[in-house]
């Protein structure tokens, strides 16, 4: 998946939707990467996207992305 400015997402990008900017993306099934306490026998099932948790509102998928969603710092 990709943002809308066309940067792929990556596990441990820090993101921000809407006013909440404290996302991480915490998997990604398109890339087949994980994060420890989000392993991928959990979450295969959903196939392709991302999982980004929020402090505000929480673990969301994302199968595309919004426009609200924009990265904030390139994970390391």
Do not use: A, Q
């Not at 420890?36 to 991302?50: Q, S, T």
Request: aromatic letters at 10%; one cysteine or more; a negative charge.
């Amino acid at each position: 998946m990709n943002y809308t400015d066309g940067k792929e997402v990556i596990v441990g990008d820090k993101v921000r939707l809407g006013d909440d900017d404290g996302g991480i993306v915490v998997c990604s099934i398109d890339r087949d990467e994980y994060k420890i306490n989000h392993p991928k026998d959990k979450w295969k099932y959903l196939e392709k996207g991302v999982l980004i948790e929020f402090p505000k509102f929480g673990l969301i998928h994302y199968e595309e992305s919004e426009e609200d969603l924009s990265l904030i710092k390139r994970s390391e």
